[in-house]
Each structure stands twice: as structure tokens, then as C-alpha cells.
């Protein structure tokens, strides 16, 4: 067995593995450069055997619904099959449709965590991963006799962290681990859990009337959160349109207007219907009759997002509300160095509502990266997914930095 990092051993974002042996050959993930995500892109993309040419990989296998791993699937030629978990491929079509990208939605195939699919000599099986994103994936792939782990972006601190330690002692040892590294660089503190997060969220809603949050929309783990918070602190919640759409995709169990309109609420702002008819049909009508119209009666805690500062602003002048307001700052503080960001952020400010910062990372802390090295003991760690590679010998036995295309057999 061979693996070929073709992209990704020195960034976070837009990495590219292959895997292959004398039969097969598949790729995970291929998504953009974390630099281009907000831009289109400037000339379509061209690999030779992937997007054109005659194809050389039996299949591409995506990790989750983050633009960095997912967002290049369209361009992939039809003939090669493409895997995505069904909440990680809706997740994605809802964002691009928001976000106002075009999308080609070429045709993709479910799979199933803990069933194995085969491609040619290769078996390769979806395990559900804690990540910020709803139903990562990492994947064990088996073939002449090796067993290499793709961990995708992962963490033991969310929702589902629970069950990492056993879904790791369930895959046991490898011969070959891929694992990301985005906080190779970051101090060796644990990463505050989700149910922390919580906890320390019903005591800032508490001290205030009205609660904004600015977060992301696919972070359903902090949705819960803040959703429970403000359960706690009798606060109607409000979800922005978007954020109530991926919400309405996803299991019962998830805070959604069409399960939970007793105690959710949706605010569309004005500015989806200057939107196409055909996307008002889709994705505004049939979340109208859960409106917000009441819920400002009384405190709230609402969903917002950079491009809803004209909202904000009629809610407080012209519906006296968030006067008594904070805003929980849920991203990663890296965002706030944007000049849109900031402009929007200072006006928030502007009209008296502070700013606080709550947030936990969606990637593995120091803990839960020597965790997986000490349960599936490597034979030879390979880093990508990170921008500090030669720190990984600090968590990882066996380690071998190699460079983009390089070829290690296995």
C-alpha cells in the first residue's frame, strides 16, 4: 500500500490524500484553500486524472461539510464516485445556496458509519468523529495487509467526543496513521468541553436581557449549547433563516423551528426576499408560518450573522430591543482580523452591546492527540493539516514528515 499527501503536509485546509495499491487508488478529501474560500475561484481547477483526462482514482471519500475538505467535490469528473455522509453533503449544498455560490450537484453516493465499502482490493470504513462539523468522518482503509487511518479534523471534547475512546479501541492498532494537526502550535492546555461551555454560557445570559450569538451555522454542537442556555434562562430562541434551514435538515433530536415551534422561532431578514423566486420557494416559504413575530415580547436569544447588522440595528432603534444585549462571540478569534469583521463587530459595540468571547475549539487538544497514538499505536504517523508538522513527534510515535506528492510505502 502507498500513500501520497498531494496536498496538506504544511497548511490547514484544502488537503488532499491518496491511498493506493497495484488494484486501486482513491482520494480523501478536496476541498479549497482555506485563503479562497470567501472569493470565487479565479480559473476552474484542473488535476490531470481527477477533474480531467482520463480518471485514475476509483473513488474520492470526503470527511465533512467544511468548504477546506468538501469544496472543490463539483469539479471532479461523474465517472469517478464521490462519498459523503448525507448530513455532510446537505449541510454543504444548503451553505453553498446561502452563501450564494454556484454549486453543480454532481451526483454523490451515502455511506454508512461502521459499513465498509469496497473498492477494488481496498476496504474502507467510516467511523463518526467529534468535530465542529455535524457527522465527521475519519476512515480506516485495508488493503495488502496494511491498515492506514485518515483521521480527518476531529477532538474527544464535543457532543460525541464520549464515544472517541471506543470507536478508537473498536478500529484498534495501525500500521500507518494520518492525522491532522491544526493545534500542533497552540499551548498545551485542554480544550474547555462543550458541556462547560454551556454551563458558562446560562451564566452570561443570565446577567443580560437579550442575547446575540455569532457563530457558525454548522456548528451544531454550539447551537445545542446556547439553545439549552437559553432553555435554562427562559429565553425565546431565534434562529436566523440559514441556521433554521440546516437545523430543519437534521435529526429530531436537533433545535429546529418545524420540531420545536413552541420554543424556536425564526427571523428572516428582509433581505431574502430580494432574493430569486425560485429560492424564496425553496428555502422561505415553508419556514414563514414559524416567524418571529411574537418572540420579541419577550427576552431572547438570537442566531445573527455579519450580514444581518441592518436587522440588528432596526430591532434595537425601531422595536427597542437589545438594550440590555451582549454578544457572544462563538468563532475562532483568528475571524475578528477581517476588516468586515471588525467593522461589524465596532458596530455592535457602538450601540452599547458588548462583545464576549465563548468559544472552544473544533480541533484535538494535546490530551485527545496522545490518546489516539497510545490506542492505535502507529507503526508511522503522518501529519498534515497543520502549519507546525516537526511539532508532531510531541504527540506521536514513529513520525515521518513528508513533503507534498511524496510517495510512502506503507
Known amino acids: 500500500?502507498?500513500?501520497?499527501?498531494?496536498?496538506?503536509?504544511?497548511?490547514?485546509?484544502?488537503?488532499?490524500?491518496?491511498?493506493?495499491?497495484?488494484?486501486?487508488?482513491?482520494?480523501?478529501?478536496?476541498?479549497?484553500?482555506?485563503?479562497?474560500?470567501?472569493s470565487p475561484l479565479e480559473e476552474p481547477i484542473a488535476i490531470e486524472g481527477l477533474t480531467d483526462g482520463k480518471p485514475i482514482y476509483d473513488a474520492v471519500f470526503i470527511t465533512h461539510s467544511h468548504e477546506d475538505h468538501i469544496g472543490l467535490v463539483e469539479y471532479i469528473q461523474e465517472e469517478i464516485p464521490v462519498y459523503v455522509e448525507p448530513y455532510a453533503s446537505t449541510?454543504?449544498?444548503?451553505?453553498?445556496?446561502?452563501?450564494?455560490?454556484?454549486?453543480?450537484?454532481?451526483?454523490?453516493?451515502d455511506f454508512s458509519y461502521g459499513e465498509a465499502i469496497t473498492i477494488q482490493n481496498l476496504k474502507i470504513t467510516p467511523y463518526l468523529v467529534d468535530h465542529s462539523s455535524f457527522h465527521s468522518t475519519m476512515f480506516l482503509v485495508e488493503g495488502d495487509g496494511k491498515r492506514v487511518l485518515h483521521t480527518g479534523d476531529y477532538r474527544s471534547h464535543g457532543r460525541t467526543g464520549k464515544s472517541f475512546r471506543k470507536t478508537l479501541e473498536q478500529i484498534g492498532e495501525v500500521d500507518c496513521l494520518i492525522t491532522e494537526g491544526t493545534t500542533f502550535s497552540r499551548e498545551d492546555v485542554s480544550a474547555q468541553k462543550e458541556e462547560s461551555l454551556q454551563e458558562?454560557?446560562?451564566?452570561?445570559?443570565?446577567?443580560?436581557?437579550?442575547i446575540l450569538i455569532l457563530q457558525s451555522s454548522t456548528n451544531i454542537d454550539r447551537l445545542v449549547s446556547f439553545y439549552k442556555?437559553?432553555?435554562?434562562?427562559?429565553?425565546?430562541?431565534?434562529?436566523?433563516?440559514?441556521?433554521a434551514q440546516i437545523?430543519?435538515?437534521?435529526?429530531?433530536?436537533?433545535?429546529?423551528?418545524?420540531?420545536?415551534?413552541?420554543?424556536?422561532?425564526?427571523?428572516?431578514?428582509?433581505?431574502?426576499?430580494?432574493k430569486p423566486e425560485s429560492f424564496q420557494e425553496k428555502y422561505v416559504k415553508p419556514l414563514e408560518q414559524y416567524r418571529s413575530n411574537l418572540a420579541f415580547h419577550q427576552p431572547v436569544c438570537m442566531m445573527v450573522k455579519q450580514s444581518m447588522l441592518k436587522d440588528i440595528q432596526f430591532l434595537y432603534h425601531k422595536k427597542h430591543k437589545f438594550h440590555h444585549a451582549c454578544l457572544i462571540y462563538s468563532m475562532w478569534d483568528g475571524y475578528q482580523e477581517d476588516e468586515k469583521m471588525k467593522e461589524f463587530l465596532q458596530e455592535i459595540e457602538n450601540m452599547?452591546?458588548?462583545?464576549?468571547?465563548?468559544h472552544t475549539s473544533g480541533h484535538a487538544d494535546r490530551k485527545t492527540m496522545k490518546l489516539l497514538n497510545e490506542i492505535v499505536k502507529p507503526k508511522i504517523t503522518i501529519p498534515i493539516h497543520t502549519t507546525k508538522k516537526e511539532n508532531a513527534h510531541k504527540f506521536f510515535q514513529n513520525v515521518y514528515l513528508p513533503q507534498d506528492g511524496e510517495e510512502i510505502k506503507i
Not at 91 to 109: A, N, P, S
Not at 200 to 210: G, R
Not at 352 to 358: K, Y
Open 229 to 243: 442556555a437559553a432553555r435554562k434562562t427562559k429565553k425565546n430562541f431565534i434562529e436566523d433563516l440559514w441556521t
Open 1 to 38: 500500500m502507498k500513500v501520497n499527501i498531494r496536498k496538506g503536509t504544511n497548511q490547514i485546509g484544502g488537503c488532499m490524500t491518496e491511498i493506493s495499491t497495484n488494484q486501486a487508488r482513491i482520494l480523501i478529501d478536496f476541498g479549497r484553500e482555506l485563503s479562497s474560500i470567501s
Open 247 to 274: 437545523t430543519s435538515h437534521l435529526p429530531a433530536s436537533i433545535p429546529s423551528p418545524n420540531r420545536h415551534y413552541a420554543q424556536l422561532s425564526v427571523w428572516i431578514s428582509p433581505r431574502y426576499y430580494r
Open 200 to 210: 458558562e454560557a446560562i451564566s452570561i445570559f443570565k446577567q443580560y436581557e437579550d
Open 91 to 109: 449541510i454543504y449544498h444548503l451553505t453553498g445556496d446561502f452563501m450564494g455560490k454556484e454549486r453543480i450537484r454532481r451526483t454523490v453516493t
Open 352 to 358: 452599547g452591546i458588548p462583545v464576549l468571547p465563548l
